[in-house]
Nanobody
């Protein structure tokens, strides 16, 4: 079955950077749309960034210019480079995969905390 395992979360200070990784297995990685979502306490789940099989990307307005999603199909891994982090970025970040036929999967999440 499809498995997604996030890593790279942690505690950082405002202005610092962090890179999240999501290792995928049990799927033909290259044909899936990969995305990062996040959910902060008391707030709705939010799509952060997505990367299509063809390599196109899109971002939420709140992270545009600061975050970059990328994928390495040879490694079955998707990344989220997060720069200029601020406390509003504090959330659990989830990796997702969506097959073109509609099936999908979620990772377990990794905590990102931005605090001084």
């Amino acid at each position: 079955q499809v498995q997604l395992v996030e890593s790279g979360g942690g505690l950082v200070q405002p202005g610092e950077s962090l890179r999240l990784s999501c290792a995928a297995s049990g799927m033909i990685f290259a044909i899936y749309t990969m995305a990062w979502y996040r959910q902060a306490p008391g707030k709705q789940r939010e799509l952060v960034a997505a990367a299509s099989p063809g390599g196109s990307t899109n971002y939420s307005a709140s992270v545009t210019g600061r975050f970059t999603i990328s994928r390495d199909n040879a490694k079955n891994t998707v990344y989220l480079q997060m720069n200029s982090l601020n406390p509003e970025d504090t959330a659990i970040y989830y990796c997702t995969a969506r097959h073109p036929l509609g099936t999908g999967a979620w990772g377990q999440g990794t905590q990102v905390t931005v605090s001084s």
